[in-house]
């Protein structure tokens, strides 16, 4: 199971100088400093009214996540959830890249979906099998999450009744 170095992902985050709206980039830099890490690409879900699913990527250290997007989500390291679609060396990272540089100049090569066919979720087409997988089971997370909130909102409003009571 991989945790969050929460640390180690703000250090990574100021070293590359990490942008709020590109968590690709920000991990492509990181896995180019950071010798035997490995890209990560899937999908975050993070606690907010109501939760969030968004397509992202991190890269993995000895079975820690390093995300060096972490300090623009304002959000602890509990409020954090990674589902990993796509996992690629920084020689793969660096070959996609290449590749989708010479197959499509004017598109940024980031992310990276890998080899067709491609799956969708929703009406957005994306990587693999993998993709729908981890795409699924962040959907879920979220969902429980969800049901949590409405619980706890279902419990203060009996608490505030049975106070005004």
């Known amino acids: 199971?991989?945790?969050?170095?929460?640390?180690?992902?703000?250090?990574?985050?100021?070293?590359?100088?990490?942008?709020?709206?590109?968590?690709?980039?920000?991990?492509?830099?990181?896995?180019?400093l950071i010798e035997g890490?490995?890209?990560?690409?899937?999908?975050?879900?993070?606690?907010?009214d109501p939760c969030i699913v968004v397509e992202y990527a991190w890269i993995e250290l000895n079975e820690q996540i390093i995300d060096p997007t972490l300090p623009h989500l304002n959000?602890?390291?509990?409020?954090?959830?990674?589902f990993p679609a796509q996992r690629l060396t920084?020689?793969?990272?660096?070959?996609?890249?290449?590749?989708?540089?010479?197959?499509y100049p004017e598109d940024n090569p980031l992310p990276i979906y890998g080899a067709a066919p491609y799956e969708y979720y929703g009406e957005v087409m994306l990587g693999g099998a993998d993709?729908?997988?981890?795409?699924t089971e962040a959907v879920a997370k979220c969902e429980e999450l969800n049901s949590k909130v409405i619980e706890l909102a279902s419990v203060i409003?009996?608490?505030?009744q049975n106070f005004e009571n």
């Not at 180690?8 to 690709?24: E, G, P, V, Y």
């Not at 409003?157 to 505030?160: D, I, K, P, T």
């Open 1 to 32: 199971m991989t945790t969050l170095d929460v640390t180690l992902s703000i250090d990574i985050a100021q070293r590359i100088n990490s942008k709020a709206t590109d968590c690709f980039d920000n991990a492509y830099k990181a896995a180019l």
């Open 37 to 48: 890490s490995i890209y990560v690409q899937g999908f975050l879900v993070y606690t907010a």
């Open 75 to 82: 959000k602890n390291a509990d409020e954090l959830y990674y």
């Open 90 to 103: 920084v020689k793969q990272l660096k070959a996609a890249i290449e590749e989708a540089q010479e197959d």
């Open 131 to 135: 993709y729908t997988i981890a795409h």
């Open 157 to 160: 409003e009996r608490l505030e």
